[in-house]
């Protein structure tokens, strides 16, 4: 049982300095409280940002990507930095910023990339970003 005890304490503590490690940031939003969709079409987009980006312009970043959830196709949408998980050759967290976006369908995703707001942000926001990298799941 001290045994038990110990180990878990040490878990927690283990836990608790990585918890400090890195400043984490997300968001979950659901269109409308569905329930989850049965068969959604998934586009997750990663941002790198430039060495000169400003809190300020990653905060405005941000707060605009987390509006898609107003675009009448998006069903759901989850936003954040890297979590604070363990560190394994399989996990990248070299990016800044994602967005994972769910839609019914194709077809919402294709209304959505044409979306005034969405075109919006990219103009607006392109400047900040020294790489980004899409990956679209079905």
Same mark, same amino acid.
């Given at each position: 049982?001290?045994?038990?005890?110990?180990?878990?304490?040490?878990?927690?503590?283990?836990?608790?300095?990585?918890?400090?490690?890195?400043?984490?940031?997300?968001?979950?939003?659901?269109?409308?409280?569905?329930?989850?969709? *049965? &068969?959604?079409?998934? $586009?997750?987009? +990663?941002?790198?940002?430039?060495?000169?980006?400003?809190?300020?312009? @990653?905060? #405005?970043?941000?707060?605009?990507?987390?509006?898609?959830?107003?675009?009448?196709?998006?069903?759901?949408?989850?936003?954040?930095?890297?979590?604070?998980?363990?560190?394994?050759?399989?996990?990248?967290?070299?990016?800044?910023?994602?967005?994972?976006?769910?839609? *019914? &369908?194709?077809?919402? $995703?294709?209304? +959505?990339?044409?979306?005034?707001?969405?075109?919006?942000?990219?103009? @607006?926001? #392109?400047?900040?970003?020294?790489?980004?990298?899409?990956?679209?799941?079905?």
């Amino acid at each position: 049982m001290k045994r038990n005890f110990l180990f878990f304490l040490l878990l927690v503590l283990v836990a608790a300095c990585q918890e400090g490690s890195k400043v984490s940031y997300s968001t979950h939003v659901e269109y409308g409280g569905e329930a989850a969709l *049965e &068969d959604p079409f998934i $586009h997750s987009v +990663y941002f790198w940002f430039k060495e000169d980006t400003t809190p300020e312009q @990653k905060e #405005s970043f941000m707060a605009d990507t987390e509006a898609f959830i107003e675009i009448e196709s998006v069903k759901a949408l989850y936003a954040g930095t890297p979590a604070p998980s363990a560190d394994r050759p399989v996990v990248d967290k070299s990016y800044d910023f994602s967005v994972i976006l769910h839609f *019914e &369908d194709l077809a919402g $995703h294709d209304a +959505y990339q044409e979306d005034p707001m969405h075109l919006e942000m990219i103009e @607006k926001h #392109s400047d900040i970003w020294e790489r980004v990298l899409v990956m679209d799941s079905k």
